[in-house]
């Protein structure tokens, strides 16, 4: 069974275009997170959700947004595409204090 | 400013040979250091975590050391073979509520 799963894998388009990537877990963590890896394969805090709540957000763009409607999805919806949100988006579950589970990626290519 | 930084960005081993990597950081007090491997086209997975009052953690062929007066954390892989061909990541935790901040990650071939 899939633990942490992330939809879709690939997602290519254009700029200025309104895309979301979803994420499920099945582990019953109660914390989820996304990140940002860039081509220099740097992997960035994005956001992370605790019972629904957010609690960090590391200085990112408000184009993104993240969106949980129970403790095991969180999808992030990102509006107005550009061409410098082209990265591997990962999504992570935990719970607390105890080591994280990412998702196998989604790899988003802005034209 | 903060900064987490592994020594090389691609370290070359032969095979049997123990790798070392190291992570150092500054202006962080971290909780807990955790390490990662992470392989081509694939999510960072989770190896071992080192708590702040902890000197070192083993488990199997790998050894982890945390010095918070050197700031630094060393990972080693004893007796390595090329399947520990991967991207390694070292992640800090500050307060303990599991927010990790990456280093650069350092990518191993182990050469058979």
């Known amino acids: 069974d899939t633990a942490v799963s992330q939809t879709p894998k690939y997602l290519v388009t254009q700029m200025g275009n309104d895309k979301s990537i979803k994420c499920e877990q099945n582990?019953?963590?109660?914390?989820m997170y996304w990140y940002k890896q860039d081509s220099k394969k740097f992997l960035k805090i994005m956001f992370s959700?605790?019972?629904?709540?957010?609690?960090i957000n590391e200085t990112v763009p408000n184009r993104f947004s993240p969106k949980s409607p129970d403790k095991a999805h969180l999808n992030l919806h990102i509006n107005s595409l550009e061409l410098g949100d082209s990265a591997v988006y990962f999504c992570?579950?935990?719970?607390?204090?105890?080591?994280?589970?990412f998702g196998p990626g989604t790899r988003l290519t802005v034209l | 400013s903060q900064k987490i930084e592994q020594n090389s960005e691609a370290l070359n081993i032969q095979e049997g040979k123990t790798a070392t990597l190291t992570c150092n950081y500054t202006?962080?007090?971290?909780?807990?250091l955790q390490w990662y491997r992470q392989d081509p086209g694939r999510g960072p997975v989770f190896l071992l975590l080192?708590?702040?009052?902890?000197k070192e953690k083993r488990k199997e062929r790998l050894k982890v050391t945390f010095d918070t007066t050197l700031k630094q954390s060393l990972f080693h892989i004893t007796a390595s073979q090329p399947a520990d061909s991967a991207t390694y990541l070292c992640a800090l935790d500050q307060t303990g509520a599991n927010n990790l901040f990456f280093g650069t990650g350092t990518r191993l071939t182990v050469i058979p």
């Open positions: 080192i708590r702040e009052n902890e």
């Open positions: 992570a579950s935990s719970s607390q204090r105890d080591t994280q589970y």
């Open positions: 959700y605790n019972n629904k709540e957010l609690i």
């Open positions: 582990l019953g963590h109660d914390t």
């Open positions: 202006n962080y007090s971290p909780a807990y």
